[in-house]
């Protein structure tokens, strides 16, 4: 799991910068919720202070009730899910690749 932190640093800039890979022995919610826990406590990082959190469109990530958003939803309210832009993005790439012969 590639972890990516976007915060607002001391002079108001949003910045996203690359934060940890951590190896997982599966994807469901809950595995993933505690290894990224882990990883924020271990720096000093609150999960309380979370503000959003972008990840792709698989069900463990933002299904019906008990999918990752969902579990940090309960540790902090304030923590509104955004489909990551990106994998939008390489969703879009690879469709256009597998259509096109050229690509």
């Not at 190896?23 to 000093?44: A, F, I, Q, Y």
């Not at 463990?60 to 902090?76: S, T, V, Y």
Request: hydrophobic content about 45%; some cysteine; glycine content about 4%.
């Amino acid at each position: 799991m590639a972890i990516v932190l976007q915060f607002v640093d001391v002079s108001g800039v949003i910045r996203e910068r690359f934060f940890d890979f951590v190896n997982v022995l599966d994807t469901t919610s809950l595995t993933l919720k505690k290894e990224l826990s882990d990883v924020l406590t271990r720096n000093n990082l609150s999960i309380q202070n979370m503000r959003g959190q972008g990840c792709d469109g698989a069900s463990n990530m933002c299904g019906a009730f008990n999918d990752l958003h969902a579990l940090f939803l309960r540790d902090c309210p304030y923590a509104y899910y955004v489909h990551c832009f990106a994998h939008r993005l390489q969703l879009a790439l690879v469709w256009t690749a597998e259509k096109q012969d050229y690509v």
